[in-house]
């Protein structure tokens, strides 16, 4: 006879909210790279010697590849699986966020904004799908759903701000270190 899964009593069950609260913070991460670096473009360009389309692309080469391969990352969840992407995804993220904020050219930030976007877009529905798995009652499902999406809105609100506070009182570097 299988044995009976009593909701509350396993380990999975008790630690659901604290794996929501890890899923959000990633795509929190990923969305606040999205704003975070437009405050630091004055910035960028006094001490990186940066043209204008220089600083298009910085910003830009994280968004196209996120938004490209966003739907591609879908379907590597299908295939990988709804944790192994989303780790492949936290990895290239985080390790290029790193490499981001350690260069001392142009090209380079460029080059790790465009690989910190492909770890965003596994980040992205690989959240999304382990939320939806994670959470079986409807009505925890749905609140799961709500602080997904507000960590996701949250991360675009605060770019800015933690942009300019990290800016005031540290190197230009410091906004891809957090």
């Known amino acids: 006879m299988p044995a009976t899964v009593i909701p509350g009593r396993s380990r999975t069950h008790r630690l659901r909210w604290w794996a929501l609260a890890v899923l959000a913070l990633g795509l929190f991460m990923a969305s606040l790279d999205n704003t ?73 930030l460029i080059g790790a904004r465009a690989v910190m976007g492909v770890g965003a877009a596994l980040l992205a529905p690989s959240t999304l799908a382990l939320v939806s798995s994670i959470f079986a009652d409807r009505k925890e499902r749905t609140l799961a759903f709500a602080i997904w999406s507000a960590a996701n809105g949250a991360g675009g609100a605060a770019g800015p701000l933690l942009s300019g506070l990290l800016l005031e009182h540290f190197s230009w570097g410091s906004i891809f270190l957090i």
């Open 36 to 108: 975070i670096l437009n405050v630091a473009l004055p910035t960028l360009a006094r001490e990186l010697h940066a043209s204008t389309d220089q600083l298009q692309w910085t910003v830009d080469a994280y968004q196209v590849t996120y938004a490209g391969l966003l739907l591609v990352a879908g379907g590597l969840v299908d295939r990988w699986g709804r944790s192994r992407t989303f780790l492949a995804g936290t990895t290239v993220f985080g390790s290029f966020s790193l490499v981001a904020g350690l260069v001392s050219t142009t090209e380079l």
